[in-house]
Structure formats: structure tokens, C-alpha cells
């Protein structure tokens, strides 16, 4: 049985002020859910705020990027280790604004997917095909190759260290979310990708989350899907009452699955 789990992707917003009124709310609100797993990727400079404000919480703390090297001559780089500095426990690798708005390649993504297993944080590694590429039939071809870039990597097993975060394109920010029917499909075809990379077991316990315009008023329906383990969420995590509800489709999803 795979656990759900619900991350905030604040992308390039926040202060210091927003942050922890945001963080008050959550924390006690999801205290009492303990049958889901909850994390914030916040921007660097709020790591060391919100590392302190979710002490002794239920809610992990991560990042929203890394560089691929160890240390050195990486003018504005920040390395895995430094984030395991400010107990940091997932790190998203290759969300598709830093492909599209920065140009990582499949490539550099593998790479920084490898920075992060080895300092034993926890990639969530974004896969997802633009519109273009839904329309013209080669979803599935899209996220096998970027999947693959990693498995050549790092090696066959490789995936089952972090989580997949499924977001496609044209859905993350538009307002325009996946069905539980597509959003399924895709989970499906990733789950069997990993089976036929590593192997059964491998596959039935990797963590896919959806991610694309996931709110309280469509999480439970696509929490509920058999290849959903839960949501990578953008602009929806930035509001506590739409987050918290989020937080709670997972529990409630889990709840029923368990029944
Ligand atoms: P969204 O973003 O929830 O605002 O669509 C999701 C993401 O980019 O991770």
C-alpha cells in the first residue's frame, strides 16, 4: 500500500510574513492527518524559516531545484548538500518551467535526479508533455523518454528512490486540470515503464503524484484513482484553506482504499 503524498510547490512566491502565516494555518490543521505525507518546496532563501517554523510538524520541508556538481565554482548554485543543511527532504528535479523557461535538458535533469539520490534526499522528478505533444498523439513517448534519461543515469532501479510527479504542461497554472481518466492513464503507463525498467515490486511501490491545476474541488476525485498517489501542488498551495482541503482528499482517499 502506497502512502499518499501532498507537496506544495510555492515556485517564486512568498515573503517572510506570508510564509508564516501560511505555515500557522497548515501545521495544526494537518496535525491529526497521519495516514498522508505532506511537504512545502520552498524558494531557497525560506528554507532556513520554514525548516524552523515546521519543527516537531508533520509537514517535510524541500526545495525546488539543486545543482547537478558538488561544490565549487557554481556562481548561484545550491548543492544537495546544502540542503540537507536545512532538513530538506524532497527535492523536485525538472519541473517543466525549469525545461521550458531555464532549458534543462532530460540530461542535466538525470544529473541533478543523481545529486540529490546520493545525498539521500529525495527527488520529485516532474514528467509531462505540452500541449502540442498531447495533441499529436506522443504523450506517452514524451514521458518515457524523459524517464528513461534518468534510468540511463542512474541505473534501473533508480526511480524507486525518489517520486514522479506526472504534470502536464497544459494543465499546471491554466486552470485546466487532467481527468482522473487521463491523469490515471498516464500513471499507468509510468507505473509500467518502471515494472519493465526494474520490476514488479519496484513499480507497485513508486510514489506518482499528479500535478496540473489540482485544487480542493477536484483532488479527492483524482486521489481516488488506483495510479494516483497523491498531488504536487502550485498555486493551490499558497492558499491554506484550499491546501489543507487538498491535504485532506489524500487522508480521506487513503481512508477509503484502506476500506
Ligand atoms: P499548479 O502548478 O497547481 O499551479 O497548476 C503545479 C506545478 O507546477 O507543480
Partial sequence: MRTKLVAGNWKMNGGLASNQALLAAMIPALA???A???AVCAPYPYLAQVRQVLRGS???CGAQDLCQFESGAYTGGVSAAMLLEFDCRYVIVGHSERRSVFGESDELVALKFAAAVKHRLT????VGETLAERESGVTETVVARQLDAVI????STA????VIAYEPVWAIGTGKTATPQEA??????I???IRAAADRRLADGQTILYGGSVKAANAGQLFAMPDVDGGLIGGASLVADEFIAICRAAQVARETVKA
Fill in 159 to 162: 526511480l524507486a528512490q525518489g
Fill in 152 to 155: 540511463g543515469c542512474c541505473g
Fill in 36 to 38: 498522508a505525507k505532506f
Fill in 32 to 34: 491529526g492527518l497521519t
Fill in 191 to 193: 507505473r509500467a515503464r
Fill in 123 to 126: 527527488p520529485i522528478l516532474c
Fill in 184 to 189: 490515471q492513464a498516464v500513471h499507468a503507463t
Fill in 58 to 60: 508533520n509537514i517535510a
